[in-house]
């Protein structure tokens, strides 16, 4: 029995008729491409054939190409029927027995024309018809959110991979602080084509899967609330892509390109994702790699996923690569990565220096490696909780309570990190907000119930803390953090504290100077007395950017006078 026959016998409750126009066009592109559809001859001699459909006019016409399949034309021409069916993207498609009305040749080609089918059967869900792009169809995909850091609306730009009526795939790049914008809520997202159209619907994200090579995050949309106008057309959307994305696989079809397809501006900004991202150095190309890996791993945090073993190794072995290449380059480095959320700028930065700091305590490599890789992660619990509780300029003792849960919720997305050693996890993560004086949370440890690693992990931690903003307190400088810790020495580990000055002296890497004939600069590299010995010019107060000047030491740098003013970056 014929494959088609086979189709044709099973139960009709499997298929969904479909008799919207704008769906039937788009089933009838998908049976254009090249080695889809099948001509079934009904009949005592039922036999398929496969057939190329050329053309379709809505509400008129299908046009078959028979010049390959001669034989079938004298049973068709004596009114024969036959079946038209296909795998397309949407499932096996089936139509009701159809039959020729009209027979031409042109150029040498057998050409048969039939009324086009008002209906047809698709074994499988319709919606989930994916139309998916072609390499060079680009589609740019526009989601929009409240920053909670700032309190002001960003936008994520990514490409759109494939579409169907009830949502889509795209790819973001990680760089662009994918956990600032991507929601675990509704949200709106825009999709922008060529020619400038652009539709606009809610949606909820429903998966995420990372591409860490290609340094992307594909997020599946599922839309909300779609109404029937809006549901017609992003079914005319799916139809377009699928028919260009035929079209443009340079299979010999010869119709003209879709007009949504049609470039209306080379330079428009707002068509693909603009991740060609400029950095003020090339050490803090290869440390925003880092932070976005740890910005996607949040993502993908808050939708209930576990941290990724070999992921959260490899980059932890990058951190300390990184150090071993050129150490005040990396530290420096820290300090350029802007576009993530404050908890992965955070971490990366903590990391960072806790690890210089331990080599220095000659601690060996592998060690160093677990404490980069739960430094990197211990505050990404953080951005799974409701953005109020990091909005509060007081917190409440519920909240208070709340907010300290990040702790067991980074505990607990690690439990499949084997390599990492439990007794590193602990002291790096569950006890690096706790205190000497036994005041600090989750478990108010204290004084010697607290490892020596916790101890040097909670002195980074905090002066690192202290230079970024928070609603409840201003930034301050270095120079001010490490003259604060000074004074807390119930709380924290004297010796870690000296251990840390000594190391990152008080003007450490990565601090903004304004010197006496007024030029700002940023601190790249100390000498063996941690005094300032090579400086960057900035045009501003800002981060760190590639509007950077060259290094400048030596006579150079005495020409820059006397240090005046030590500063904090504005954000």
Same mark, same amino acid.
């Given at each position: ?11 009709? +409750?499997?298929?969904?008729?479909? +008799? ?8 009838y592109? @998908? ?8 001509l ?10 496969? #057939? *190329?459909?050329?053309?379709?006019l809505?509400?008129d016409?299908?046009?078959? &190409? ?23 993207p ?15 040749? #042109?150029?040498?080609r057998?050409?048969?024309? @039939?009324d086009w ?11 989930s ?86 340094q ?32 443009? $696989? ?51 945090l808050?939708q209930?996923?576990?941290i990724n ?7 932890? &072995?990058?951190?300390l ?5 050129d150490?005040?380059?990396?530290l420096? $480095? *820290? ?13 990366? @930065? ?9 080599n ?9 490696? $677990?404490?980069?890789?739960? $430094? ?6 953080? %951005? ?14 519920d909240?208070?309570?709340?907010m ?25 993560? @569950? ?10 949370y989750? +478990? %108010? ?16 931690? *905090?002066?690192?803390a ?17 003259k ?28 903004l ?10 601190v790249? %590299? ?8 090579r #400086? ?12 950077? %000047? ?22």
């Open positions: 029995m014929s494959e088609a026959s086979q189709h044709s016998q099973t139960s009709d +409750n499997e298929f969904t008729p479909i +008799n919207s126009v704008v769906e039937l066009a788009t089933y592109d @998908a049976l254009s491409q090249p080695g889809v559809a099948v079934t001859l009904l009949g005592p001699a039922e036999k398929d054939h496969p #057939v *190329v459909l050329v053309e379709q809505e509400e016409y299908l046009l078959f &190409d028979l010049t390959a399949i001669r034989d079938v034309a004298p049973p068709l021409r004596r009114g024969g029927k036959f079946i038209l069916s296909g795998f397309t949407g499932g096996l498609v089936r139509t009701n027995p159809l039959s020729v009305r009209e027979f031409t040749t #042109v150029d040498s057998l050409l048969a024309y @039939a089918p008002t209906e047809i059967h698709v074994k499988q869900r319709r919606a018809f994916r139309a998916s792009l072609r390499i060079g169809m680009n589609v740019g995909v526009h989601v929009r959110s409240k920053d909670n850091d700032k309190e002001e609306l960003v936008e994520l730009q990514g490409d759109l991979k494939d579409l169907s009526a009830t949502g889509c795939l795209a790819e973001f790049f990680m760089q662009d602080g994918v956990s600032r914008v991507l929601p675990d809520i509704a949200t709106e997202i825009e999709l922008y084509f060529p020619n400038g159209t652009s539709f606009e619907v809610k949606a909820k994200v429903r998966h995420l899967k990372t591409d860490n090579d290609r992307v995050l594909a997020v599946g949309f599922e839309f909300e609330n779609v109404s029937k106008p809006q549901e017609r057309e992003i079914w005319g959307y799916v139809r377009e892509i699928e028919r260009e994305a035929s079209r443009s $696989a340079g299979n010999g079809d010869s119709r003209s390109e879709s007009e949504l397809f049609r470039v209306r501006d080379d330079n428009d900004v707002k068509l693909s994702r603009r991740h060609a991202h400029t950095y003020a150095t090339p050490m803090a190309r290869r440390m925003a790699r880092i932070a976005g890996y740890l910005d996607s791993q949040m993502v993908m808050k209930g996923q576990q073993s070999a992921q959260l190794s490899l980059h932890a &072995d990058r951190v690569d990184m150090l071993e290449d150490r005040q380059e990396a420096f $480095a *820290v300090h350029c990565i802007q576009r993530e959320s404050r908890w992965v700028k955070h971490g990366l @930065a903590v990391a960072i220096r806790l690890a210089d700091l331990l220095a305590a000659k601690m060996p490599r592998d060690l160093r490696k $677990a404490v980069v890789a739960a $430094a990197m992660v211990h505050d990404l619990g953080k %951005g799974t909780l409701p953005p109020e509780i990091w909005k509060a300029t007081t917190l409440s003792t909240v208070y309570e709340e300290q849960s990040h702790v067991e919720v980074i505990l607990e997305k690690l439990e499949g990190v084997k390599w990492l050693a439990p007794v590193v996890r602990d002291n790096v993560i @569950a006890q690096i907000n706790e205190r000497m004086d036994g005041s600090g989750p +478990n %108010g440890l204290k004084d010697k119930q607290l490892g020596q690693l916790a101890r040097a992990a909670a002195v980074v931690d *905090v002066i690192d202290m230079q970024r903003h928070r609603p409840d307190r201003p930034a301050i400088s270095a120079i001010a953090a490490t604060s810790m000074q004074t807390r020495t119930e709380q924290f580990d004297e010796a870690w504290v000296k251990r840390y000055l000594s190391h990152f002296g008080p003007l450490p890497i990565g601090t100077l304004r010197f006496e004939k007024g030029a700002f600069a940023w790249v %590299g100390l000498d063996e007395k941690k005094r300032v010995s #400086v960057r010019v900035s045009p501003h107060k800002l981060a760190p950017d590639d509007k950077l %000047g060259p290094p400048i030491e030596g006579a150079a740098l005495n020409e820059l006078g006397r240090i005046r003013d030590i500063l904090v970056p504005e954000s």
